[in-house]
């Protein structure tokens, strides 16, 4: 009987060894599957980490270069250093911000909302910060246009001064009395702007009256002797005497000189005083505002 079952148990044994041997070389295979799919997950990070790395290393050389570029353009156009300064920056600044989106773009993540929340938080930020876009805005545009630079003196919104910084959000003034104001540039660039130094040359014009006995030719000839002895005057254009207009208690006169805008002031000082003297040496007077009253009397 044990006989007869013998060549069953070997024939179950033969196939239990089979079967062990099979799942051996199964789990040998899986594993060496997991191993490999680790492997190549493991090298296709790598690869995207060297990717990433490289990306950002190419981005930031092409902004610097695209900085550099734009203020150098900036400069050859003459643009001022400030805003050529803001112009590069900008375009570095565009550059990263591109690469950045591209390489969040190589690990899947989607751009297109991250770009809807900087557009928002942008629209925000300009809404809360408008008076100060504005005035940056106008800094832009002065420093564009140039309607005065530094070293001129201006009067603008409503300040007197020389203008020692032009800023892209405001602008600083040193007045004549030495005292230093900061403007923003929208309250300037809103407003009217003269540049009073601008032009080389300046024209001085004093006011006088004269009595109404005087002789008008014979003042005239005094006035205009005493415009061509000052130093300070340029001869060219020359200087004019005007008739001005019949006031209520003397005849008005005009002295018009030309002089280098740097000699303002002194040849402002200069003519009243040769205009004065002059008046005085010719017996012509300079009569006080005056009113004549008549009173009449009242029969009782």
């Given amino acids: 009987m044990f006989s007869s079952l013998l060549p069953l148990f070997q024939e179950v044994a033969t196939a239990a060894a089979s079967d062990a041997e099979s799942a051996e070389n199964s789990a040998v295979e ?22 990433v790395v490289v990306l950002f290393f190419v981005m930031t050389i092409l902004a610097s270069w695209v900085n ?5 353009v900036c400069k050859k156009a003459k643009i001022e250093d400030t805003l050529s300064h803001f112009f590069g920056k900008l375009g570095r600044s565009v550059v990263l911000i591109v690469g950045v989106m591209v390489i969040l773009g190589k690990f899947g993540i989607e ?32 420093l564009i246009f140039r309607p005065f630079k530094v070293g001129d003196v201006v009067n603008a919104a409503g300040v007197i001064g020389k203008v020692i910084l032009i800023d892209l959000f405001t602008t600083v003034l040193d007045t004549p009395d030495n005292r230093r104001i900061i403007v923003p540039n929208g309250a300037i660039f809103g407003g009217t702007i003269e540049n009073i130094s601008f ?12 009595a109404y006995n005087a002789d008008l030719d014979k003042v005239r000839a005094v006035l205009d002797q005493a415009a061509a002895q000052l130093k300070t005057r340029i001869a060219d254009p020359g200087h004019q005497i005007v008739l001005a207009s019949l006031g209520e208690s003397c005849i008005d006169w005009k002295v018009r000189v030309w002089c280098a805008a740097a000699d303002y002031f002194p040849c402002l000082e200069e003519t009243t005083r040769a205009v004065k003297y002059a008046l005085d040496e010719a017996g012509v007077s300079i009569p006080y505002p005056q009113m004549d009253v008549h009173l009449n009397k009242l029969e009782a």
């Fill in 30 to 51: 899986g594993a060496s599957a997991v191993v490999s799919s680790i492997k190549d997950m493991a090298q296709a990070h790598w690869m995207d980490a060297l990717t």
């Fill in 199 to 210: 032009h080389k040359t300046r024209r001085i014009e004093i006011s006088v009256g004269t």
């Fill in 68 to 72: 550099r570029l734009i203020f150098g």
């Fill in 111 to 142: 751009t297109s909302s991250f770009a809807a929340i900087l557009a928002a938080m942008g629209f925000a930020v300009g809404m809360a910060m408008q008076g100060t876009l504005g005035n940056f805005a106008s800094g832009v545009l002065l």
